[in-house]
């Protein structure tokens, strides 16, 4: 089976009740770390619900390629990325799909910006060695004052800093 996308552009805001603190108290935090994790301010989570017969979080493919990544491009900014798992813990989906999953991230409001950049930049690196047009799938948890909005974005790689540009946070 071949998990592919036929959006084009396609994005929902919704309200959430997921917080940082939430996550922090989930059964897969890995407290041994909790020091080095709680200094994030975007974090990437495994997903929400479980998959078949894993008691394991779960992270999309590549999410080690797609952390590395933004970890190295964001030095020098404001945003402090990290990954909540341990590495024994840790474990990837492969679907060996057409469609790029990019981790699911929790992030302060300050770290919208930036991260929502480094993704663009990273969806551009990963369209320069694609021959055929990349499609993607994005859910992102932009968390203030105690409060969440869901972002979610599904389609063309290279329609998704417009259409994440074309949002405004604040008025939702």
């Given at each position: 089976?071949?998990?592919?996308?036929?959006?084009?552009?396609?994005?929902?805001?919704?309200?959430?009740?997921?917080?940082?603190?939430?996550?922090?108290?989930?059964?897969?935090?890995?407290?041994?770390?909790?020091?080095?994790?709680?200094?994030?301010?975007?974090?990437?989570?495994?997903?929400?619900?479980?998959?078949?017969?894993?008691?394991?979080?779960?992270?999309?493919?590549?999410?080690?390629?797609?952390?590395?990544?933004?970890?190295?491009?964001s030095?020098?900014?404001e945003?402090?990325?990290?990954?909540?798992?341990?590495?024994?813990?840790?474990?990837?989906?492969?679907?060996?799909?057409?469609?790029?999953?990019?981790?699911?991230?929790?992030?302060?409001?300050?770290?919208?910006?930036i991260?929502?950049?480094?993704i663009?930049?990273?969806?551009?690196?990963?369209?320069?060695?694609?021959?055929?047009?990349?499609k993607?799938?994005?859910?992102?948890?932009?968390?203030?004052?105690?409060?969440?909005?869901?972002?979610?974005?599904?389609?063309?790689?290279?329609?998704?800093?417009?259409?994440?540009?074309?949002?405004?946070?604040?008025d939702?």
């Open positions: 089976m071949i998990h592919e996308s036929k959006e084009v552009s396609k994005i929902e805001v919704t309200d959430i009740e997921l917080t940082f603190s939430d996550i922090y108290e989930k059964p897969y935090f890995p407290k041994e770390h909790a020091e080095e994790i709680q200094r994030a301010n975007a974090l990437i989570i495994p997903y929400d619900e479980g998959f078949r017969d894993h008691n394991n979080p779960l992270f999309p493919e590549e999410s080690v390629v797609f952390f590395q990544y933004v970890q190295d491009a030095n020098g900014t945003v402090t990325f990290d990954i909540c798992a341990s590495d024994e813990q840790f474990h990837e989906l492969e679907l060996h799909a057409d469609l790029i999953n990019i981790p699911n991230i929790i992030m302060t409001v300050v770290a919208f910006p991260v929502t950049g480094l663009t930049n990273y969806l551009y690196d990963k369209m320069k060695s694609r021959r055929t047009d990349l993607v799938k994005v859910n992102l948890i932009v968390e203030t004052e105690g409060k969440s909005k869901r972002i979610s974005y599904e389609g063309d790689a290279d329609k998704f800093e417009s259409t994440i540009k074309a949002i405004n946070l604040l939702e």
